[in-house]
T-cell receptor
Framework: KNQVEQSPQSLIILEGKNCTLQ??????????LRWYKQDTGRGPVSLTI?????NTKSNGRYTATLDADTKQSSLHITASQLSDSASYIC???????????FGKGTKLSVKP | EPEVTQTPSHQVTQMGQEVILRCVPI?????FYWYRQILGQKVEFLVS????????KSEIFDDQFSVERPDGSNFTLKIRSTKLEDSAMYFC????????????FGPGTRLTVL
């Protein structure tokens, strides 16, 4: 069954600190992996998209990694800011229908 | 910067009533999608739409659901006879490339069925 699992479920960090969020997937066939940021009550906003051949991609203070062999990805946030408080969702494009398969997200809270 | 818009932001309806959720895609986008997110759960794919027809649909998208682009700009999701379990946030997303290209999400419509 095509699944995307994320950990931790939630995370609290102090402003200025770094953190890393994890994603494991079992999606076949695989097309690409995305990380989205979702503020409460809003639509997801794309942070990065990585294909099979890419193993790292950055977008400002966000750096995503992908290990297609172990089917794992991570999102590293550097020098966190209060505005980083949101849910971060790992999404894999693929499966038999080629649509997006979402993880449940990691809820990040950045405290002053 | 262009963005996807959705109306209404919140819809309250009685069980059994029909609702229509509206989305205005980014102007040069060709691929359109509806997703839903039940409170506290993950986002789920409902349907994709390209070239004025459904490309893919999930098991959730049963005969109670329909989509159309009535005037070439708006993209609508109709639920014919709402059920309590249809209460969720509904997101429209659009893209200019196929399903594995980038998708831009709207702010969502919160549907509450009483």
């Amino acid at each position: 069954k095509n699944q995307v699992e994320q950990s931790p479920q939630s995370l609290i960090i102090l402003e200025g600190k770094n953190c890393t969020l994890q994603c494991n997937y079992t999606v076949s066939p695989f097309s690409n992996l995305r990380w989205y940021k979702q503020d409460t009550g809003r639509g997801p906003v794309s942070l990065t998209i990585m294909t099979f051949s890419e193993n790292t991609k950055s977008n400002g203070r966000y750096t995503a990694t992908l290990d297609a062999d172990t089917k794992q990805s991570s999102l590293h946030i550097t020098a966190s800011q209060l505005s980083d408080s949101a849910s971060y969702i790992c999404v894999v494009s693929g499966g038999s229908q080629g649509n997006l398969i979402f993880g449940k997200g990691t809820k990040l809270s950045v405290k002053p | 910067e262009p963005e996807v818009t959705q109306t209404p932001s919140h819809q309250v309806t009685q069980m059994g009533q029909e609702v229509i959720l509206r989305c205005v895609p980014i102007s040069n986008h060709l691929y359109f999608y509806w997703y839903r997110q039940i409170l506290g759960q993950k986002v789920e794919f409902l349907v994709s739409f390209y070239n004025n027809e459904i490309s893919e649909k999930s098991e959730i998208f049963d005969d109670q659901f329909s989509v159309e682009r009535p005037d070439g700009s708006n993209f609508t999701l109709k639920i014919r006879s709402t059920k309590l379990e249809d209460s969720a946030m509904y997101f429209c997303a659009t893209g200019w490339w196929r399903d594995d290209g980038e998708q831009f999400f709207g702010p969502g419509t919160r549907l509450t069925v009483l």
